[in-house]
């Protein structure tokens, strides 16, 4: 097997998701290079730039009232959208037929007075007309251009991943999958923009693609050896307050000493990459030996300033909570929490730094 990197961009309904791997020549294992980006621009976006010229032609109030007041059918004319948006290609030179509901066209003349065939008239676009039969003619051209707004924004991801200072190889082949990656004119665009700088591969039954890799994940997951972190994770602490460094008004002072709250302790940094199994352990005091429970809320940000919980761009995402045994002596303890990364999902455990005994922990993301 010869070793390389290659990239896959999983354009979906919603989302583009876009992972660098390297895979290797002894082992066949892989090891992300990149953390997984991507953003909001799936089909769906050449489905909203329909709407937008629906809003053009026949009033953006009237859509708004359509959608409201008229949702069944409002679905109904998205879906007559998306089966032709399927089929739409580069090579096409005879019209898509695009066949709104009846009620469209008669909640149209409700409220406007008027036939849904002069509004297209009074548009003025020879890219779009309306025939008797109550069919509405896209244009090849003027589909192509719906596609736009949608194809550029995923060109733009795939060449910040493409420039990205953190990968380690140079990137020899593309993966185009994901449902919306059978439309005709989305490859060819990818195939225009990036084909002499990779090789552009589009498996058959794209569609399929992310579900088969699922699956043979599931069947074998330690073929992946190596992730990287998407965001920065950290629990919110108090610490002693350190003059001239922590901000004052995160000042309390609880029994006669001085603390900072709020703080954001970092447990591991967007981009990082991590090992299957890789343990970050911190140790945390328990308020007074007779307390019996330490709860932790876990926050993730992208930013790389934050320091603490209360800055921009920091939200809280789970909850770490420890039972903790019992005790009869007075002393002052310790418990040691261990957090798993690297696999498809985070755990802990923790124990008494100085006992060993185990702690009961849970950690739920589902806050």
Not at 307 to 320: A, E, M, R, S, Y
Request: charged residues 20%.
């Amino acid at each position: 097997m010869k070793s390389g990197s290659y990239m896959v961009v999983d354009c979906g309904g919603g989302t583009v998701d876009i992972t660098v791997h390297n895979v290797s020549s002894t082992t066949g294992t892989l090891k992300e290079l990149h953390k997984a980006t991507g953003g909001p621009c799936g089909s769906t976006g050449v489905d909203e730039e329909f709407i937008m010229l629906m809003s053009a032609v026949f009033g953006s109030g009237f859509m708004k009232r359509f959608r409201s007041e008229r949702a069944a059918a409002y679905n109904e004319l998205l879906l007559s959208f998306e089966s032709r948006k399927r089929c739409a290609t580069t090579f096409r030179t005879t019209s898509i037929n695009i066949f709104p509901p009846f009620a469209f066209i008669d909640f149209y003349r409700q409220v406007s007075g008027s036939e849904v065939e002069k509004a297209v008239r009074e548009y003025g676009r020879h890219e779009l007309t309306w025939s008797n039969e109550g069919i509405l003619k896209i244009h090849p051209s003027l589909m192509y251009q719906l596609f736009q707004p949608t194809i550029e924004k995923i060109i733009e991801h795939i060449e910040s991943v493409l420039n990205s200072r953190r990968l380690d190889d140079c990137i020899g082949y593309l993966f185009l999958v994901g449902g919306f990656s059978e439309s005709q004119i989305l490859q060819e665009s990818i195939r225009d923009h990036f084909s002499g700088r990779v090789h552009i591969i589009i498996p058959q039954a794209v569609s399929l693609s992310v579900l088969k890799g699922g699956v043979l994940y599931g069947l074998n997951p330690s073929v992946v050896t190596s992730r990287r972190v998407t965001h920065t994770y950290g629990l919110g602490v108090v610490k002693p307050f350190l003059n001239g460094i922590h901000p004052i008004e995160k000042l309390v002072i609880r029994g006669g000493q001085r603390w900072c709250v709020d703080v954001l302790e970092r447990l591991i940094e967007s981009g990082q990459p991590v090992s299957v199994g890789q343990v970050v352990s911190k140790k945390y005091a328990p308020a007074s030996s007779s307390q019996t429970e330490i709860v932790l809320q876990v926050y993730a940000t992208v930013s790389k300033s934050a320091q603490f919980i209360t800055d921009p761009n920091v939200f809280k995402c789970g909850k770490l909570r420890l039972k903790l045994p019992k005790t009869t002596s007075s002393k002052p303890r310790e418990i040691t929490v261990s957090l798993v990364f690297g696999g498809t999902e985070v755990t802990a455990s923790a124990a008494d730094s100085a006992t060993g005994q185990a702690v009961q922990t849970s950690l739920d993301f589902n806050v």
